[in-house]
Nanobody
Framework: QVQVVQTGGGSVQDGGSLTLSCDVT????????MGWFRQAPGKGRQFVAA????????AYDGSVEGRFIISREKTGITVFLQMNSLKPEDTAVYYC?????????????????WGQGTQVTVSS
């Protein structure tokens, strides 16, 4: 059974940084892409970033490109989302997700296992 467990998150001031981590067990880590999504109050789940199975290619939503960095361990089971220059509009619950395949997807339907979510709050 695949399990996706997130750590990190919390509260930070405008311009601050946070790093989220996500461990995936129950499936060979190097065989699938991984992604991060977020959901703000009253809004739908939004794509944030994704990385392919080898860690070679990444994709970002335009709202976070240049500020967030997604990475993954080559031999471990962890995916990271480093968030810099955070803004109040980045406030949301963040979700880590395992892709159904090895190619990056920007759609939630492309993912088949999700973490429990972690709150990120950015105050002005």
């Amino acid at each position: 059974q695949v399990q996706v467990v997130q750590t990190g998150g919390g509260s930070v001031q405008d311009g601050g940084s946070l790093t989220l981590s996500c461990d995936v067990t129950g499936a060979p880590f190097s065989t699938y892409a991984m992604g991060w999504f977020r959901q703000a109050p009253g809004k739908g789940r939004q794509f944030v970033a994704a990385i392919d199975r080898k860690g070679t290619n990444t994709a970002y939503d335009g709202s976070v490109e240049g500020r967030f960095i997604i990475s993954r361990e080559k031999t471990g089971i962890t995916v990271f989302l480093q968030m810099n220059s955070l803004k109040p509009e980045d406030t949301a619950v963040y979700y880590c997700a395992k892709d159904r395949g090895s190619i990056i997807s920007r759609e939630a339907q492309g993912y088949d296992a999700w973490g429990q979510g972690t709150q990120v709050t950015v105050s002005s």
